[in-house]
């Protein structure tokens, strides 16, 4: 089955700074969701992005599916940012998901 | 926007219970449902696709005696864990797309808020 590898695996930033998150998945795909799993365990929609850039606020996400990746901006980081950032897609066509390996981000005053 | 309800939210019960879990698609119907696992520092497996008036579809390595799924609505599906013992403790979570859709529809997937499953 499709691989979905993220990096970094940890990320620590001071308040206010800025940062990237790396999706690279191992074969094409026509979806790609990126998610937010606060330390409740709830899970975030944060973009639905098969292709090309949308943003959100302090969020914007860019998804090059030529190249197999996808990358998640989180630009002036709050402490409300920290928790799992997983990037999905779609498993054996479909609406079943693969989840990547996520990233564990912890944002500190 | 698509909101998916799961309960109960915890559950901490004695070995050899079994254990049910909704998911409800709140303001639109879901002919197709997903049931995923999350075990601690981990990231989300998918266990079962959870099929409206047919059966599940279960991921090699998931017992489907063990982890009863029930769709009987197209708002309403459940996971039902039979005869639970420690190593069933885990985080539990459903998800749906939008609208009336089958398994291969291409929406984006919105989760319920998870049931997290804990086994003494």
């Known amino acids: 089955g499709i691989q979905v590898e993220q990096s970094p695996p940890d990320l620590i930033l001071q308040e206010g700074a800025n940062s990237t998150l790396r999706c690279n998945f191992s074969d094409s795909v026509n979806n790609l969701q990126w998610f937010h799993q606060n330390p409740w365990g709830q899970l975030i929609n944060l973009f639905y992005?098969?292709?090309g850039t949308k943003q959100n606020g302090r969020l914007s996400a860019t998804t090059v599916a030529t190249e197999r990746y996808s990358l998640l901006y989180i630009s002036s980081s709050q402490t409300t940012d920290s928790g799992v950032y997983f990037c999905a897609v779609p498993a054996g066509g479909g609406n079943k998901l693969t989840f990547g390996t996520g990233t564990q981000l912890k944002v500190e005053l | 926007g698509a909101v998916v309800s799961q309960h109960p939210s915890r559950v901490i019960c004695k070995s050899g219970t079994s254990v049910k879990i909704e998911c409800r698609s709140l303001?639109?119907?879901?002919?197709?449902m997903f049931w995923y696992r999350q075990f601690p520092k981990q990231s989300l497996m998918l266990m079962a696709t959870s099929n409206e008036g047919s059966k599940a579809t279960y991921e090699q390595g998931v017992e489907k005696d063990k982890f009863l799924i029930n769709h009987a609505s197209l708002t309403l599906s459940t996971l039902t864990v039979t005869s639970a013992h420690p190593e069933d403790s885990s985080f539990y979570i459903c998800?749906?797309?939008?609208?009336?859709?089958?398994?291969?529809?291409?929406?984006?997937?919105?989760f319920g808020d998870g049931t997290r499953l804990s086994i003494l």
């Open positions: 303001d639109f119907q879901a002919t197709t």
């Open positions: 998800s749906a797309g939008g609208g009336r859709q089958g398994a291969y529809s291409n929406q984006p997937q919105h």
């Open positions: 992005i098969p292709s």
